[in-house]
């Protein structure tokens, strides 16, 4: 039976930082490993705009991103996204950057890297 998923939602700083920090470490931690407290303090930019997946309350996917201020406040970068293995294939990732790219553009950003 194939897994759905059932909610793109954004981040909210603190909330669920230990289950994130678990992803990273699932997906990309042993190619690019960091601290707790390193990974905290990138989430917690004040330029971060962050997208969680979930299905039945456990987080399956995160897109990281950053909208720029000031000189640069067209742009916004994507930083990262990840999909937990048991839940690739399905959408998720693509259901995570549409999310992301509609929320740059209600926010007036006109470039996404």
């Known amino acids: 039976m194939q897994k759905t998923f ?3 939602q954004p981040y909210v700083f ?3 930082v230990t289950a994130i920090f678990e992803l990273w470490q699932r997906t990309v931690g ?4 960091l601290s707790v407290t390193h990974f905290r303090q990138t ?3 004040s330029e971060a705009r962050h997208f969680i997946a979930k299905e ?3 987080i399956v996917g995160l897109l990281a991103g ?3 201020y000031g000189e640069e406040a067209e742009k916004a970068h994507i930083t990262a996204l990840l999909v937990a293995p048991d839940w690739q294939r399905r959408g998720i990732g ?3 950057y549409t999310t992301a790219l509609k929320h740059f553009k209600a926010e007036g950003v006109r470039y996404v890297q």
């Open 94 to 96: 693509t259901a995570l």
């Open 56 to 58: 039945d309350g456990q």
């Open 43 to 45: 989430l917690a930019s």
């Open 14 to 16: 603190d909330m669920d």
């Open 6 to 8: 059932n909610s793109i």
């Open 66 to 68: 950053l909208k720029r």
């Open 30 to 33: 042993q190619k690019w490993p």
